[in-house]
């Protein structure tokens, strides 16, 4: 069974600083990988996915997640971060080539200080 | 264009009670799922369908019952509801199969509070 592993529960930078999220994630075979965000109260929207080839990705608000086979890792990073990137932020893998059985790491918050 | 569209977005119910979570998507999408988000423990899939008619289901299924009559309506049931139920319950449609162009689309969840 796929699992995946996000170390940091909470996570506290400046404005303007970068950030990089970790995920490792556990999978027999080439993992279908996936970073959501939450705001609070709201649903999950999409950042950024990764199927194959280019291992490095790019998503959306300027973020990028870089795919490691050999490390078991997707993590994410956003060079310089704004006040509205404070969210929670979930990795995901899919099981089986799919993305409609996910399974989520516990997430991480992320807090932005001016 | 709505999405995923889930109702009600918040409900208490008394431990023993029935209810229906609803969901649905103007997408077209054959695939949809089931997740409950807990703190401290991310998202779980509860029960998942390929398609109309065809159910299966997920990490956590105990409690809950599903249906897939269209393709655009899969309603999750609790047929006894338990404190322990109580979570932020989101659905999600995907295109399938799997490629460049995959990814699930959430509606905005339901918060349920089991007394």
């Known amino acids: 069974a796929q699992s995946v592993t996000q170390p940091d529960i909470h996570i506290t930078v400046s404005e303007g600083a970068s950030l990089e999220l970790r995920c490792n994630y556990s999978y027999g075979a080439t993992p279908y990988l996936f970073w959501y965000v939450q705001s609070p109260g709201q649903g999950l929207q999409l950042l950024l996915k990764?199927?194959?080839?280019?291992?490095l990705v790019q998503g959306i608000k300027g973020f990028e997640a870089e795919f490691k086979r050999s490390q078991s890792s997707f993590n994410l990073r956003k060079p310089s971060v704004h006040w509205s990137d404070a969210a929670e932020y979930f990795c995901?893998?899919?099981?089986?080539?799919?993305?409609?059985?996910?399974?989520f790491g516990t997430g991480t918050r992320l807090q932005v200080t001016l | 264009n709505a999405g995923v569209t889930q109702t009600p977005k918040f409900q208490v119910l008394k431990t023993g009670q029935s209810m229906t979570l609803q969901c649905a998507q103007d997408m077209n999408h054959e695939y949809m799922s089931w997740y409950r988000q807990d703190p401290g423990m991310g998202l779980r899939l509860i029960h998942y369908s390929v398609g109309a008619g065809i159910t299966d289901q997920g990490e956590v299924p105990n409690g809950y019952n599903v249906s897939r009559s269209t393709t655009e309506d899969f309603p999750l049931r609790l047929l006894s509801a338990a404190p322990s139920q109580t979570s932020v319950y989101f659905c999600?449609?995907?295109?399938?199969?799997?490629?460049?162009?995959?990814?699930?689309?959430f509606g905005q969840g339901t918060r349920l509070t089991v007394v």
């Open positions: 990764y199927f194959s080839g280019d291992t």
């Open positions: 995901a893998v899919g099981a089986h080539g799919t993305a409609s059985k996910l399974t």
């Open positions: 999600a449609s995907t295109l399938e199969p799997g490629g460049l162009g995959t990814e699930a689309f």
